[in-house]
């Protein structure tokens, strides 16, 4: 293992060798890695998951089963940037199945409560464009929206 960059650690309560399985079915260059279970004289029952490690879009997480002491909100959450319309219906059919739930503006929860926004990956060009109008209309169309709808953001953004 490479100790280079960052390994997001995710924090469950008896889900974490789910949750990696679940995340490495929905991602790309996702692999399930290293389960650790814990060892007579716990604290966790013997042979219970402590940790799973997996990849995900390339980025490494570990899945910690912690207890229910801390639980996901979306002070953070992950984006994902999608190219079209099908990487977005994708991964929000992914993400918000089995007890998942859609937000506002691309974001969602999934079914553990991790927060994640399916952007629109031109979305970021639209909203930054010099031109104010052309801007403001690609923000008040993604505002309107839950799941991202490519098209209409590209029509409002063009003003049609």
Same mark, same amino acid.
């Given at each position: 293992?490479?100790? =280079? %960059?960052?390994?997001?650690?995710l924090w469950f309560d008896g889900q974490a060798e789910e949750?990696?399985?679940?995340?490495?079915s929905v991602f790309k260059d996702a692999a399930l890695g290293r389960v650790v279970r814990w060892p007579e =004289? %716990?604290?966790g029952p013997a042979g219970s998951v402590l940790t799973a490690e997996f990849t995900a879009n390339?980025?490494?997480f570990v899945a910690l089963n912690g207890g229910p002491e801390f639980t996901f909100d979306e002070a953070v959450s992950f984006q994902i940037l999608c190219s079209d319309q099908q990487e977005i219906d994708h991964y929000w059919t992914k993400l918000t199945e089995g007890g998942g739930e859609g937000g506002p503006c691309g974001w969602l929860k999934d079914k553990y409560g991790l927060s994640w926004q399916v952007v629109y990956a031109r979305l970021l060009d639209m909203v930054a464009d010099p031109d104010p109008e052309k801007a403001a209309r690609a923000v008040k169309a993604m505002?309107?929206?839950g799941k991202l709808d490519a098209a209409a953001l590209e029509k409002a953004y063009a003003g049609e």
């Open positions: 293992m490479t100790t =280079g %960059g960052f390994t997001t650690c949750a990696a399985h679940h995340y490495v =004289g %716990g604290p390339g980025q490494r505002m309107g929206m």
